[in-house]
């Protein structure tokens, strides 16, 4: 109560707003490129656009351009046209979940149903004669305009992807429904139908939630609290926080094996928090670490690197 900027957020919980963006790929964990410190009342696609800005430029001094695709995910609290039109600027696609607005539901109901395809969900089957998933869960598409209430230019042009479940907990339990209820979620992407098809654009988007994993990774360390009753310096302390877990990470990495994409905490607890001692004989300094550890192939792999 006595921190600078702190307020009641969506959550109803009384705070500060940590907004993070992450780079990852398939084969990586991800990495924090950019953060900013936020009251905690604020609205969550405030700054957003310029965080989005800012990532992709550090990103693209990182990656080599050539052949390099990027794809922006964000849940549906950044599907607006600054974020949208920053990420397409910096030459990314995006992948953003939509709001069901009325343009939304439209779209969705005029999908034909011989047009949903069966996914690989919980509890799916594989059927090896017809090569198909069985699953409650199925996927469709539509191509999409968004932000038709702008000017024409500033218009978007895509495709609408929509996930369909079942509805397990209809609203009138009185009055079973004649036929099947759906829930929908659906996203608007920008991506080439032949680099990723409804599937796998599905499957590729519910990959956004990695950023829950670096969240809860820094509320396991440094932001399980914020020190300072300033604002100022809770911004100085999460500038911090995220560098203690990119160098964590980079440690990670250097590691390899399962410390490729292990969380912070057990790469604190297996190769910084070490069970040894540091020893001196003959002007020469020795760690001894115990015998029989089974960290000890990574741990060389690090200290050999740095």
Known sequence: ????????GYSGVRGL???LATASTETAAPVILGQRLRRGSVGSPRGASRLVGDSLAILKRLVPAAGARVLVRADSAFYGHATVAAALTAGAEVSVTVKMDKA????IAGIDEKAW???RYPQAIFDEDTGTWISKAEVAEVPFTAFTSRKKTERVPGRLVVRRIPELNPQDTDQPTLFDTHRFHAFFTTTD???LDTVTADQTH?????IEQ????LKDSALAHLPSGRFGANGAWLVCAVMAYNLTRTAGILAAGPFARAR???IRARLVNLPARIASSARRIRIRLPQAWPWQQGFERLFTAV
């Open 1 to 8: 109560y006595q921190k600078q900027g702190s307020g009641y």
């Open 17 to 19: 707003n940590a907004l």
């Open 104 to 107: 939304v539901k439209a779209a």
């Open 117 to 119: 395809t069966g996914i």
């Open 193 to 195: 139908p032949e680099v």
């Open 206 to 210: 519910r990959g956004h939630a990695v």
């Open 214 to 217: 670096v969240n809860a990774d």
């Open 264 to 266: 912070t905490g057990t």
